[in-house]
T-cell receptor, first 109, second 114 residues
Framework: GIQVEQSPPDLILQEGANSTLRCNFS?????LQWFHQNPWGQLINLFY???GTKQNGRLSATTVATERYSLLYISSSQTTDSGVYFC???????????FGAGTRLAVHP | EAQVTQNPRYLITVTGKKLTVTCSQN?????MSWYRQDPGLGLRQIYY???????DKGDVPEGYKVSRKEKRNFPLILESPSPNQTSLYFC?????????????FGAGSRLTVL
């Protein structure tokens, strides 16, 4: 199956800073999603982005499928952005989403 | 409100005592799936279902059973729980023709097996 690797594993920011999280995948994929797990454990879908760029408020994501990576940008970070960010991907013809190990983000005031 | 509802949210049980974690979604999604989350191991898929009466194993199906008799419900059954099944469990449902587009997760069920 495909491998999904995220970097960095941990990130500490001061409130207001910008950050970029990266997700590399080992094979061509037809599905790429970003999730945020807040400190209470809730998993929220941020983006479904198999290719191209999307923006939602302070968050945006870009997937370059031909180069097998996706980036999640967080601008003007807030303490509520803290938690773990996961990317997940799957290949065409397969039904299993494979999750990366996550990037743990802590935003301090 | 569109949501995936899991119950119970917290459960402490003993080895060998059968239990069921229920999962229900109100979005008419065909795809549903169960994951477990363990420290250092991330999210791993247990079972998934592409539609009613269609289920398949994920990466870690041992010790679990599922059923999909109705579109909205996808219960996870632990016939004889063991301590290594202590974990945080998530149910998810998915929109889209491929079934895995845009997953919506339940709030999670924290299970402790003594």
């Amino acid at each position: 199956g495909i491998q999904v690797e995220q970097s960095p594993p941990d990130l500490i920011l001061q409130e207001g800073a910008n950050s970029t999280l990266r997700c590399n995948f080992s094979d061509s994929v037809n599905n790429l999603q970003w999730f945020h797990q807040n400190p209470w454990g809730q998993l929220i879908n941020l983006f479904y982005i198999p290719s191209g760029t999307k923006q939602n408020g302070r968050l945006s994501a870009t997937t370059v499928a031909t180069e097998r990576y996706s980036l999640l940008y967080i601008s003007s970070s807030q303490t509520t952005d803290s938690g773990v960010y996961f990317c997940a991907s799957k290949r065409g013809g397969y039904n299993k989403l494979i999750f990366g190990a996550g990037t743990r983000l802590a935003v301090h005031p | 409100e569109a949501q995936v509802t899991q119950n119970p949210r917290y459960l402490i049980t003993v080895t060998g005592k059968k239990l069921t974690v229920t999962c229900s979604q109100n979005m008419n999604h065909e795809y549903m799936s169960w994951y477990r989350q363990d420290p250092g191991l991330g999210l791993r898929q247990i079972y998934y279902s592409m539609n009613v009466e269609v289920t398949d194993k994920g990466d870690v199906p041992e010790g679990y059973k599922v059923s999909r008799k109705e579109k909205r419900n996808f219960p996870l059954i632990l016939e004889s729980p063991s301590p290594n099944q202590t974990s945080l469990y998530f149910c998810a449902s998915g929109a889209g023709s491929s079934g895995a587009n845009v997953l919506t997760f339940g709030a999670g069920s924290r299970l402790t097996v003594l």
